[in-house]
């Protein structure tokens, strides 16, 4: 099994700036892609940036230019870097990885239990 633990959310003012972290740990053979999805209230969960283990890198586009997002495959952390926050940024942000398990050498996709982000005008 894969264990995804997601940091760094909180209230903000809008402009401000927060960081996401997330760290995977358990039966990982590789990390394949990893990223961040969103899903705000009464809305369906969007991709938000995603990056591969070259470190391409894509975003939606209400996020580019704004959020970064960074892994570090050694530690197995991938972190979102959030500035110029509008109020509509607000939403749970979920931790997203394609892992292929150890054992199995099955790929499986693995949530993060969310971290709320809240930006206020």
């Known amino acids: 099994q894969v264990q995804l633990m997601e940091s760094g959310g909180g209230l903000v003012q809008a402009g401000g700036s927060l960081r996401l972290s997330c760290a995977a740990s358990g039966s990982i053979f590789r990390l394949n892609v990893m990223g961040w999805y969103r899903q705000a209230p009464g809305k369906q969960r969007e991709l938000v940036a995603v990056i591969t283990s070259g470190g391409s890198a894509n975003y939606a586009d209400s996020v580019n230019g704004r959020f970064t997002i960074s892994r570090d495959n050694a530690k197995k952390t991938v972190s979102l870097q959030m500035s110029s926050l509008k109020p509509e940024d607000t939403a749970v942000y979920y931790c997203?990885?394609?892992?292929?398990?150890?054992?199995?050498?099955?790929?499986?996709?693995?949530w993060g239990q969310g971290t709320q982000v809240t930006v206020s005008s």
């Open positions: 997203y990885v394609e892992a292929v398990n150890t054992w199995s050498l099955r790929q499986g996709d693995y």
